[in-house]
């Protein structure tokens, strides 16, 4: 690891926010995190200090909101920017396409505006498996392989990667772009994980729900896939081995001559949607009732990441298999059967900590002084 940073992290109270705010401190950085809270909570961040036993400061605020990003990025010199906000569910962008596109643009232009205003230049962009699309074979996606998205979540990230290496080649910034495959599980601890109830809740969290009595049963979107049991096949991978990716791709900035470097975040091993609920089953010794329905049209079958390059590049591979995923998201659901505690006010402080900080982004008295050409 290189000198410690500053981040800014958004979405950082949100599933995936969170364990990368627990890696980036666990590994040494301070963080500031800007979230709106329509998803994420203040106690998920709570939780993170106390497992940490270090302070986050978190912003609430819009992130496509350019005035609030700019009053931000006032408070404080950032070293680095780490963006996880937008809509990231491929069945909720589809449904709302509009905002979709809305968000998941707005956020990273904002973002971008105001690094190129305070002389930020690291900026991690988390994108998806999304934006590969169907493969033609069943051999895993290497970063090289066409990006031929199905999906308006797929197309939104695309037109954020384009972006990004449209502003890298001038040398405003230097870019690592993270695609994440199915990511799922939830901290050993049992205090952090994903919320079954949250809007485009993964498959990992579904399953909980109906195993913990909640739901009556799980439905599995198609059962004619060419596959060996006719459900979708994915690579999951735990939300620690992607959060623990993020980190390793900031700290590998540096090192690289390259204005973008694009890795997989992913184990390289096929694991189909039955799989998942069998490994389930075994773990948690409940029985998770399913039934198939028909999938939504253009649903890719096959999704695997080749990790090659992260392997090379980070030193980086996944660590926890589909068992540990599902033993620490069992966890996680018996722990917390309804999710985090409904309300904006954080958990209290870990013992001899100071509390969480929790700042309303307030007005400044004039606006910083912007370029008086539209900038990189």
Known sequence: ????????????????????????????????????????????????????????????????????????????????????????????????????????????????????????????????????????????????????????????????????????????????????????????????????????AGLLARIGHVAAGHRPHLTVHGGDHPTPDGSAVRDFVHVDDVAEGHVAALEALDATSQPVSTWNLGTGRASSVLDVVRTFERVSGRTVPHRIIDGPARTVSRTIADTTRSTADLGWSARRDLEQICQDHWRWQQANPQGYPPTMTPEMPWRGGVGHRLRLVPPLPTRPSAPASSGP
Request: hydrophobic residues 45%; proline residues 3%; charged residues 20%.
């Open 1 to 200: 690891m290189g000198d410690a940073m500053r981040v800014l992290v958004t979405g950082g109270a949100g599933y995936l926010g969170c364990h990368v705010v627990l890696a980036l401190l666990t590994a040494g950085h301070d963080v500031d995190v800007v979230d709106d809270f329509t998803r994420g909570t203040p106690a998920s961040l709570s939780r993170v200090e106390a497992l940490a036993h270090r302070q986050v400061t978190s912003h609430a605020a819009d992130v496509a909101d350019l005035d609030a990003m700019e009053r931000i990025f006032a408070t404080a010199r950032f070293d680095a920017v780490v963006h996880l906000a937008g809509l990231r569910s491929a069945v909720e962008c589809t449904d709302r396409v509009l905002d979709a596109y809305e968000t998941n643009l707005a956020t990273t232009f904002a973002l971008l505006r105001c690094m190129a205003w305070y002389g930020v230049q690291r900026f991690v962009m988390s994108s998806s498996a999304a934006v590969y699309g169907a493969s033609d074979d069943d051999a895993p996606l290497a970063e090289t392989a066409p990006l031929a998205p199905v999906s308006p979540l797929g197309r939104t990230l695309v037109t954020n990667e384009n972006l990004l290496a449209d502003l890298a080649r001038t040398g405003a910034v230097r870019v690592a772009v993270v695609r994440c495959f199915s990511t799922a599980g939830a901290h050993r601890s049992g205090r952090i994980g994903e919320v079954a109830k949250a809007p485009g």
